[in-house]
């Protein structure tokens, strides 16, 4: 008598499988290829809201790509600091602040306030930062 075996479906095959992983992984280190990586770190009740401007930014943004790499608006509290790395080829601003290619902004929000102002990381060209 034959061994009774269960079947929900046919087996991927293992070039199948190959490909659906890779697939996957494009899928992955395309969204890590992205703008901007903005990370949020939170140490003792601070947080660090860290970015990176990838080469090509302005590039893709004057071809009419819509690049959104900070929120309209960003929320923040007393004491949080805002990091941003450009490796950009050009200078870009984020509200008041304005970050040359190269450089980084570091800033640590004091006192509870809004700032608003223009913003090149951003697809409506203005940022408001609410400080809590």
């Given at each position: 008598?034959?061994?009774?075996?269960?079947?929900?479906?046919?087996?991927?095959?293992?070039?199948?499988?190959?490909?659906?992983?890779?697939?996957?992984?494009?899928?992955?280190?395309?969204?890590?290829?992205?703008?901007?990586?903005?990370?949020?770190?939170?140490?003792?009740?601070?947080?660090?809201?860290?970015?990176?401007?990838?080469?090509?930014?302005?590039?893709?943004?004057?071809?009419?790509?819509?690049?959104?790499?900070?929120?309209?608006?960003?929320?923040?509290?007393?004491?949080?600091?805002?990091?941003?790395?450009?490796?950009?080829?050009?200078?870009?601003?984020?509200?008041?602040?304005?970050?040359?290619?190269?450089?980084?902004?570091?800033?640590?929000?004091?006192?509870?306030?809004?700032?608003e102002?223009a913003?090149t990381?951003?697809?409506?060209?203005?940022?408001?930062?609410?400080?809590?």
């Amino acid at each position: 008598m034959p061994d009774a075996t269960r079947s929900d479906g046919p087996t991927p095959s293992p070039r199948s499988r190959s490909r659906w992983q890779s697939a996957a992984l494009m899928l992955l280190l395309l969204a890590g290829v992205g703008a901007v990586g903005l990370a949020v770190r939170s140490t003792l009740g601070t947080e660090e809201i860290r970015g990176e401007v990838a080469t090509g930014t302005a590039e893709r943004i004057a071809a009419g790509e819509a690049v959104e790499l900070l929120p309209r608006t960003l929320e923040v509290q007393v004491g949080d600091r805002l990091e941003i790395v450009n490796h950009d080829t050009a200078t870009h601003e984020v509200g008041p602040y304005v970050v040359a290619p190269g450089q980084t902004l570091r800033q640590t929000f004091t006192p509870a306030g809004v700032l608003e102002g223009a913003c090149t990381l951003h697809p409506s060209g203005a940022i408001r930062i609410v400080v809590r």
